[in-house]
């Protein structure tokens, strides 16, 4: 059963750094395209990053110089590195995973909640 | 800040029916990118509902339709129950950004 599992998220403080893992199971991650999608508290979803099969990566103008996605072969996990954190950054980080080159995510982790204040 | 635009709201008698607008523009819907939708239960992850405008993933209901026309899709539900009072997202692709791009997202209530 293809499964994403988040860890990472806590309180950090305005600009500080954080790493967050996204472990998969029953697929290979560096064979799809997987992206970050966020979520603010009471808000809508926000696309953040897409790493490619190929390892070409994307990312939203919001976090673009600031955050850097990359995965780990061996580990079978993707990464998302948040630098230079502003209060906006505050939400529920998902990973999920591309369906085959289709524009949709097919499966999402279960998120993990990332906090930043003073 | 999404580029799609959804009523933040609809709602309706259980057995009604729902439809739930995304308007774009030329840059994603409106340049022939598929439009998805997703659902999503509070304190839980978003789940595929449909996908490419108009299909349903093993295990969703036929209650559930999608289309698309020009710059906008919808997102029909027949049949309203209480279990579909959800957030309900659609998503696509945009060329400008070269990303990916949510709607704004609807609450759907059972009356």
């Known amino acids: 059963e293809v499964q994403l599992v988040e860890s990472g998220g806590g309180l950090i403080h305005p600009e500080g750094s954080l790493r967050l893992s996204c472990a998969a199971s029953?697929?290979?991650?560096?064979?799809?395209?997987m992206s970050w999608v966020r979520q603010a508290p009471g808000k809508g979803l926000e696309w953040v990053s897409i790493i490619y099969s190929d390892a070409s990566t994307y990312y939203a103008d919001s976090v673009k110089g600031r955050f850097t996605i990359s995965r780990d072969i061996s580990k079978n996990t993707l990464y998302l590195h948040m630098n230079s954190l502003r209060a906006e950054d505050t939400a529920v980080y998902y990973c999920?995973?591309?369906?085959?080159?289709?524009?949709?995510?097919?499966?999402w982790g279960q998120g993990t909640l990332v906090t930043v204040s003073s | 800040q999404s580029v799609l635009t959804q009523p933040p709201s609809v709602s309706g008698a259980p057995g009604q029916r729902v439809t739930i607008s995304c308007t774009g523009s030329?840059?994603?819907?409106?340049?022939?990118?598929?439009v998805h939708w997703y659902r999503q239960l509070p304190g839980t992850a978003p789940k595929l509902l449909i996908y490419g405008n108009n299909n349903r993933p093993s295990g969703v209901p036929d209650r559930f339709s999608g289309s698309k026309s020009g710059t906008s899709a919808s997102l029909a539900i027949t049949g309203l129950q209480a279990e579909d009072e959800a957030d309900y997202y659609c998503?696509?692709?945009?060329?400008?950004?070269?990303?990916?791009?949510f709607g704004t997202g609807t609450k759907v209530t059972v009356l």
């Open positions: 999920a995973r591309e369906a085959e080159g289709g524009g949709y995510f097919d499966y």
């Open positions: 030329s840059s994603n819907i409106g340049a022939g990118y598929d």
């Open positions: 029953a697929f290979t991650v560096s064979s799809n395209y």
């Open positions: 998503q696509s692709y945009d060329s400008s950004l070269s990303g990916y791009v």
